[in-house]
């Protein structure tokens, strides 16, 4: 049903490049792929991930079967107000953005009701992705299982109550980036260590996906879980990064809660 269907996106940015480059590896097909993306550099991104992908206005984007709403909170709703009238009555939208509510977007988009919230997660792109989603009451059941269908080869799509997408931005949207500094870093010193990339990756990449199951599977306890290593380099800086989760991530949650 889907390789029938075109799809169109407002907005080109990183958001754009996760999805289209996780449905290419994941080998979705659409009958065509409409972007709007005003930036030459993110064109040129989304590009290398999606070369079958033509350049349009927001219009053109939105008037495709499927529609994605691509844009941070504070363009949202200007895009979706330029999206209004190229919005088809038989279209299906989805907003990636956090704190437009469903509510509101039913306001911009003139009663529109064909539409969901979803949390995209940067690891969809080789289909490793946790993308929280929460329909619109009124969403077809036939185009929620499509929909489903599709983002299956992105990874996880757990259906949530719409009140807890900005938790999961705060936890799964930006996850990633809480990590990756670190990653980086121990790279770079399994080098100096003695470790070339090509080994030192594949170490690296087990331990941090063991380390995580094991903390969240093994049924222990924190304490436990910690313990199981007798020696700790980072000890000493662990309250100062602590602090700086708790001081910095419950600040940017209170400005991408709905008002």
């Known amino acids: 049903m889907n390789a029938k269907r075109t799809v169109g996106f407002i907005g080109g940015g990183r958001a754009a490049r996760i999805l289209l480059g996780g449905f290419r590896n994941a080998g979705a097909e659409f009958a065509g792929v409409v972007v709007s993306e005003p930036e030459t550099a993110a064109r040129e991104k989304l590009r290398a991930v999606c070369p079958e992908a033509s350049f349009g206005g927001i219009e053109e984007a939105a008037s495709q079967d499927l529609v994605f709403l691509a844009v941070h909170p504070p363009v949202a709703a200007e895009a979706a107000g330029a999206a209004r009238a190229a919005l088809r009555s038989e279209a299906f939208l989805v907003s990636l953005a956090p704190k437009i509510t469903l509510a509101r ?155």
């Open 105 to 259: 977007l039913g306001e911009l988009l003139g009663g529109f009701e064909r539409m969901a919230r979803m949390i995209p997660n940067a690891p969809s792109l080789i289909g490793e992705g946790w993308n929280p989603i929460a329909f619109h009451p009124a969403a077809p059941e036939r185009e929620k299982a499509s929909l489903r269908e599709l983002l299956a080869g992105l990874g996880e799509c757990p259906e949530t109550e719409e009140g807890r997408l900005e938790a999961y931005a705060m936890l799964t949207g930006m996850g990633p980036t809480y990590f990756w500094f670190q990653f980086r870093v121990l790279a770079e010193l399994a080098e100096k260590f003695g470790l070339d990339p090509e080994k030192a990756a594949p170490a690296l990449e087990r331990t941090a996906c063991g380390a995580a199951k094991l903390f969240f599977s093994a049924g222990l306890s924190p304490e436990e879980v910690a313990d199981l290593v007798p020696v700790k380099p980072l000890a000493p800086d662990e309250p100062a990064i602590a602090e700086a989760y708790r001081k910095r991530l419950p600040a940017l949650f209170e400005k991408i809660r709905p008002a």
